[in-house]
């Protein structure tokens, strides 16, 4: 076993296939490790009653729909056709997209693919460390149990999203800075419902909302069935942290409740920016503000962001997070008029219980209720 350690976050771009990758021995692999160090406070908890049989029957659920990301996928389905041209894309009115020739610009949205990918994975990374820690830090046993749980879905999704990247797109990009400085947040505070708010809330259900689009757009069957896998495990995640953040959140003090109203829309701004992929830019040589601020005033980019957020604006008023103070704030984002959207609080046990070999017919049309 040979691990180095780092002092910083790499920030290379990875290509694939590396040789026999998968069939390293251990003298051959060396394991990149960065450190963070957190004063976390965990608990123990004596009392073993179920007390919320809204928790321990989304833990029963999780238990029942374990599925299995080497098995239950058929990896050997080939990849779409690739057209003879570029498709329309809102980069076609910008100057340096425009002078690249049509190979250039096919690997310029594989690359834009590829970052987004890497994004989710490196975020499915932070959703296994927080989970973990929340098995330990969680004050109740149903929710130690529910986290416990969780841990091994983020798992599996870490797999999933690495196998991908690896075996179809052949790009892998570092985390982007936004997202990392949300997660060293997240990871090293001590107080256990804010790694509940930062991750449950805010990550699981931005990545909830971008995965129920990025299946709908995809034409990869592959994509397609991974994504309606992870997406039934995280929409039991963002619905475990609403029901069990309504209730704790009514025992804080007005004051410790604005703190936390401020981390989420801290958070959310942090969570907006992460689209904006200046690593790829900066990749093909242009200027990274210039084409930023292009991205920023795209249509398509707007509407995307403010989609992404019909999830957790409701989820943050439910639990009593959207205070009078901060909704100023979201308005100038203009997200606030999702806050009476429906919310993960009403629990669709229905659509969280179907069998995993549901039928895509069945399926089809019901993925952004999921």
């Not at 990149?32 to 659920?61: C, H, M």
């Not at 779409?80 to 329309?88: A, F, I, K, S, V």
């Not at 994975?121 to 929340?134: C, F, I, T």
């Not at 907006?272 to 503000?289: C, I, N, P, T």
């Amino acid at each position: 076993m040979k691990i180095k350690v780092l002092k910083e976050t790499p920030r290379n771009i990875k290509e694939f296939p590396v040789e026999n990758e998968y069939n390293l021995s251990k003298e051959e692999v060396t394991d990149i490790a960065e450190i963070f160090s957190t004063p976390l406070t965990g608990s123990y908890n004596w009392d073993y009653t179920v007390q919320d049989n809204r928790i321990k029957r989304l833990y029963e659920l999780g238990k029942d729909l374990n599925w299995n990301a080497e098995k239950d996928i058929d990896w050997d389905r080939p990849l779409p056709e690739r057209g003879d041209t570029p498709p329309p894309i809102f980069w076609d009115d910008y100057e340096p997209y425009q002078k690249l020739s049509t190979e250039e610009k096919f690997r310029f949205m594989s690359h834009r693919g590829a970052w987004s990918l890497s994004q989710f994975l490196h975020g499915e990374q932070g959703a296994l460390l927080v989970a973990s820690q929340l098995v330990s830090c969680a004050p109740t046993f149903n929710a130690k149990l529910y986290a416990a749980s969780q841990t091994f879905d983020e798992a599996r999704h870490v797999e999933a999203f690495n196998k991908y990247i690896q075996s179809r797109v052949g790009i892998m990009y570092p985390v982007g800075t936004g997202l990392k400085s949300l997660l060293d947040k997240i990871l090293t505070d001590p107080r256990w419902d804010l790694k509940f708010i930062g991750m449950q809330i805010i990550i699981e259900g931005l990545a909830l909302a971008a995965f129920n689009l990025a299946r709908q757009g995809t034409f990869d069957p592959v994509f397609k069935d991974m994504l309606y896998l992870i997406i039934r495990d995280e929409a039991r995640h963002v619905t475990f942290g609403v029901n069990y953040l309504e209730e704790f959140v009514k025992t804080l003090s007005d004051e410790e409740r604005e703190e936390r109203a401020q981390f989420a829309y801290e958070a959310c701004v942090v969570m907006r920016g992460r689209l904006m992929s200046s690593e790829v830019y900066e990749h093909f040589g242009w200027d990274a503000e210039d084409a930023i601020a292009f991205q920023s005033k795209s249509d398509v980019t707007n509407n995307f962001q403010h989609l992404l957020f019909t999830r957790v604006v409701p989820n943050l008023s439910k639990i009593g997070l959207l205070t009078e103070k901060v909704k100023p704030l979201y308005e100038e984002l203009g997200v606030l008029d999702y806050q009476d959207w429906p919310t993960d609080g009403e629990i669709d046990w229905a659509s969280l219980s179907r069998p995993l070999d549901q039928s895509e017919e069945e399926v089809e049309g019901k993925i952004i209720s999921i």
